[in-house]
């Protein structure tokens, strides 16, 4: 006899009935607390990726297990939702108001199965179409939870739902926190190298601590032998390079390759596209990070990218992995011009001072950080094929069209 079956009966219910939506939370005002902003959640992505600490004086509140789901524009439509996982046990966290709060009914719905039906297309499209305000801020109305009709499995067969997209999941953010790892030790050699000056000399002995000479330049003390120059002498920027294709051409290619726009970069209409690989850099001066460097982005292969981004490639015989790394250490805040639209021109980010080794050190700099870029390569090429994977099965585990077996010594 199989061990295993189907179990046939799912149940409609409605939304609100089999899920919580904006629980009670129980915060104190002026309490210290996590705080998760809507820039700390990545479209169509579980993790958080980051968050403060604040004194709670009001705002959306969740503990662990809790689904956070933008509810304005243009977060919800970008996929903005993510799993609650970083708290500790009975702490509770809050973030921006713009969140709508998830969280399961015991009996009735699981955690994950949650967080993966609020971003399936059976609730996304519906709670998109509640949307009302004035152009630009839109939100959804949480009463649109009390319309929607849903057919639910039962928890076993929830949880062998949740088990397969959970490790598909599951995956994907290990090749994300081994690429973050990656370029901490890509970040860490550049510094050793570039910033400290201990690459290795001829005796193979790190330079500066082993009494290598250094002379002054207007960025300060650098090697011999070292020049500073501009930054234009080491990169391509094809800002005013591109060549327009016609309406009719990118109708044909438009959805075939990535399009790099609003949520990494920048978010207007895309018109070039380009084949190799690159450095995006925002040219919106409002996008600088926290630590005063330029949001960048390492892109390889075809894409689309708007023309509100610099796109850099290396001159001969400079990496473009070299050019990445350096202006991850560089401070570009100075170079912003423009109040109303803060932005990087391209004369300005030509124009920056950066100190310039020789064509060896480069060269042999390439070398040792060229596995780990294309370690680097390999995890995203990866991650693309699964995300693809879970999207495509998203929708059917969820709606029942794709069945998934249950044990019955579990079954109710």
Not at 59 to 67: C, E
Not at 216 to 244: A, H, Q, T, Y
Not at 301 to 317: P, R, T, Y
């Amino acid at each position: 006899m199989n061990p295993e079956r189907y179990i046939l009966e799912w149940k409609e219910e409605i939304f609100s009935d089999a899920i919580n939506v904006n629980p009670t939370r129980v915060l104190k005002k002026e309490k210290k607390a996590k705080f998760v902003s809507m820039t700390d959640l990545h479209p169509f992505n579980k993790i958080i990726q980051g968050y403060g600490f604040r004194d709670f004086s009001g705002g959306s509140k969740f503990i662990n297990n809790d689904t956070l789901m933008a509810r304005i524009t243009p977060c919800l439509e970008n996929g903005k939702t993510a799993f609650v996982d970083i708290l500790d046990k009975g702490e509770t966290g809050f973030g921006s108001t713009e969140f709508i709060v998830l969280s399961a009914k015991e009996g009735k719905t699981t955690p994950h199965f949650v967080y993966y039906l609020a971003t399936s297309p059976l609730i996304r499209p519906t709670v998109i179409k509640s949307m009302t305000g004035t152009s630009g801020r839109q939100r959804a109305d949480s009463d649109i939870f009390n319309q929607i009709s849903i057919n639910l499995p039962s928890i076993p067969e929830q949880e062998a739902i949740v088990n397969i997209l959970k490790s598909l999941d599951d995956k994907i953010e290990l090749n994300q926190q081994m690429n973050n790892t990656l370029e901490q030790i890509g970040q860490a050699f550049f510094k050793r190298w570039f910033v400290d000056f201990e690459f290795p000399d001829e005796e193979g002995e790190p330079y500066r601590s082993s009494g290598g000479e250094m002379v002054d330049s207007e960025l300060g003390e650098i090697p011999k032998g070292w020049k500073v120059g501009r930054l234009e002498g080491i990169i391509v920027n094809f800002d005013s390079k591109r060549v327009p294709l016609s309406s009719r051409e990118r109708a044909l290619r438009k959805g075939k390759y990535p399009y790099y726009g609003a949520t990494s970069i920048m978010d207007y209409i895309d018109d070039y596209l380009f084949d190799g690989i690159y450095l995006l850099m925002a040219e919106d001066g409002s996008v600088i990070d926290e630590s005063e460097h330029p949001v960048l982005q390492y892109i390889w292969g075809k894409f689309w990218v708007n023309n509100h981004a610099h796109v850099l490639q290396g001159k001969e015989g400079i990496p473009i992995e070299y050019v990445y790394l350096l202006l991850k250490q560089t401070n570009v805040k100075h170079l912003v011009t423009g109040a109303v639209q803060p932005k990087i021109n391209q004369n300005n980010m030509n124009n920056l001072n950066v100190v310039i080794p020789p064509e060896d050190i480069i060269s042999n700099f390439s070398k040792l950080v060229g596995c780990i870029f294309e370690k680097n390569r390999l995890n995203s090429d990866e991650i693309t094929i699964l995300s693809q994977i879970r999207d495509s099965l998203l929708p059917k585990l969820m709606s029942g069209e794709l069945r998934v077996n249950v044990p019955e010594s579990v079954s109710p």
